[in-house]
């Protein structure tokens, strides 16, 4: 069974046109509603079973407040739950938020939670966690709390009843919630308020959410029990499955076996195109996609010298070939991304501001006129000093199609001149030595989801911003980026993004090479229910996999 689901992100857009004025940040949740029985289930939903998840690489850890790693937060969106969620147009509501309002200028937020929400040892959620968890980050400076929640006069904010908050800030975002509930969960105050390190605490698995963690070996598997306190699906049932397992593999081809062979019963991971082809002629397996939200990128750390120079930076650029990456490494599943925004978002990339274009000659003659020449005919070209243009290229061993890409950018690199040592890692080490330790030359790694356009490129490339891991810090750019977040006026935050995106191609902190089209198998021999949505998580995102039963 193959299906294809479409992506609206007209939708998506029209939630930066409502933000404000007293309006929600997010839609009201969608109706409850029984798991569908079309994948041949005549019986309907029913609750039981354990169920086994497959893994391209081992998660980081529990503690998904500090670090950013994408397994680790599949398994925690069903342990805490983002507050905001996306429906299968890409249209984002409140999941366990009854509401979020704001004021005309979007300086206060009234946030309310959803009633009956516990913890699994059935505690109440309440206000006082939400309101403890913004103020805990921020002081911490934990991940990405700044980005979201650093507008935040925590002073001012308060708890109106055991479900409400308002959040007073210091000045206005029109995406305040639509960012904050869709990307930071709640934090147990009880739990976190005596801890004075953040960034080591091995969190201790509680959960909001349909599940709880009952075991996590690293490396190799996670166990999540049901939390049946959670009654916020299926009509207060909660989820219908009993157990989650989520179980580790070596990479994507190691994950696919497992699936045929009945080890797990479904891919956490997108697949590429040779894994999808190996499994779309088995009619047991429901294979959908959808357009990603991210998309795949490469940075240049502005630790080395060499990289500070706008001239490295577009010729390494210009041997970016977009079009072999599409059609070769991803075998045509990606679509190329010329625009600095993501071409999924139509109305941002109207005015068709494009990165510089792929030209190696170009490129090579660009560097010669800047004074990198090469001396002795290795081939490799040298700064004045005699440093020569020779960067490691950084990138998780287990990306999908990541050999294919490697291969086209080093040998697009050395046509110009450049030398790209290629340096595959894992999970742990990427994140140690790149998006935490700013250890490295140039990374390649793909987002999953940018969500929120026109404010949240704040988050990507702020001053001193969690994802500017590049560190490429400019007031200019700062300056630009937070009057978007307080723009109220939609088609003139679309002009402020324009003038960003000019500023951007002239500068270049990073390079932006593709949108991959993001596919995802599920068996449905014991297991009906399966929904795709927008995002990271696709089969497991916490609002679908709950609907999830066993036949």
Not at 445 to 451: A, E, F, L, N, V
Not at 512 to 535: D, M, Q
Request: glycine share 8%; aromatic share 10%; hydrophobic share 40%.
């Amino acid at each position: 069974m193959k299906r294809i689901v479409s992506l609206a992100l007209s939708l998506c857009l029209a939630l930066s046109l409502t933000a404000c004025g007293g309006a929600p940040a997010a839609s009201p949740s969608p109706s409850a509603s029984a798991a569908p029985t079309a994948s041949g289930d005549a019986t309907g939903p029913k609750t039981g079973g354990s169920i086994n998840v497959g893994l391209n690489s081992a998660p980081v850890g529990e503690n998904i407040w500090y670090q950013n790693d994408l397994n680790s937060a599949t398994i925690m969106n069903l342990v805490c739950p983002n507050l905001v969620a996306m429906d299968e147009s890409g249209k984002k509501y409140n999941y366990l938020t009854e509401s979020a309002v704001s004021n005309d200028d979007c300086t206060e937020w009234t946030v309310t939670l959803v009633e009956g929400l516990a913890w699994n040892d059935g505690t109440p959620v309440t206000a006082e966690d939400l309101l403890f968890t913004i103020r805990y980050g921020v002081e911490n400076h934990i991940g990405f709390f700044d980005s979201y929640y650093g507008q935040v006069d925590l002073d001012a904010s308060q708890t109106v009843d055991d479900r409400t908050v308002i959040f007073r800030l210091t000045s206005g975002n029109v995406n305040f919630w639509n960012g904050g509930g869709f990307w930071i969960p709640i934090m147990r105050q009880s739990e976190w308020e005596s801890v004075t390190d953040p960034s080591t605490y091995k969190y201790s698995g509680a959960g909001y959410g349909p599940y709880y963690i009952s075991e996590w070996v690293d490396g190799e598997y996670v166990v999540l029990e049901r939390n049946p306190y959670f009654t916020q699906a299926n009509d207060g049932q909660g989820a219908y499955l009993d157990e989650v397992v989520f179980r580790v593999y070596t990479d994507e081809n190691a994950m696919v076996l497992a699936l045929q062979n009945g080890e797990i019963d479904v891919c956490a991971n997108f697949l590429s195109a040779s894994s999808v082809s190996q499994l779309s002629g088995d009619p047991t397996y429901q294979i959908s996609s959808v357009s990603s939200l991210g998309y795949a990128f490469i940075s240049f750390s502005q630790t080395n010298e060499l990289l500070t120079d706008v001239n490295v930076r577009k010729a390494i650029s210009m041997c970016a070939d977009r079009d072999a990456l599409v059609n070769v490494a991803f075998a045509g599943a990606a679509t190329p991304m010329y625009t600095p925004i993501s071409p999924v978002y139509a109305e941002f990339t109207a005015s068709n501001i494009q990165q510089p274009a792929f030209d190696p000659t170009a490129a090579a003659a660009l560097l010669e006129e800047a004074g990198y020449v090469d001396t002795n005919g290795d081939g490799i070209r040298e700064s004045a000093s005699g440093a020569p243009l020779k960067f490691t290229i950084t990138y998780k061993s287990t990306l999908t199609n990541v050999d294919g890409v490697m291969s086209i950018l080093k040998d697009g690199a050395a046509k110009a001149g450049i030398e790209l040592d290629l340096q595959p890692v894992d999970a742990a080490t990427f994140s140690a030595n790149v998006t935490q330790g700013h250890k490295y030359d140039i990374s390649y790694s793909s987002w999953g989801t940018i969500d929120d356009v026109d404010t949240t490129l704040l988050t990507c490339f702020g001053i001193g911003q969690t994802l500017n891991f590049m560190e490429f810090n400019s007031q200019e750019q700062e300056d630009m980026l937070k009057a978007m977040q307080s723009e109220t006026d939609y088609a003139t935050r679309v002009k402020m993004v324009d003038q960003w995106q000019t500023w951007f191609v002239e500068n270049l902190p990073t390079c932006h090479l593709l949108v991959p089209n993001n596919t995802y198998a599920a068996s449905t021999a014991k297991y009906a229910g399966w929904n795709l949505v927008p995002g990271n998580s696709a089969y497991l995102a916490c609002s679908q996999f709950v609907n999830v039963y066993a036949k």
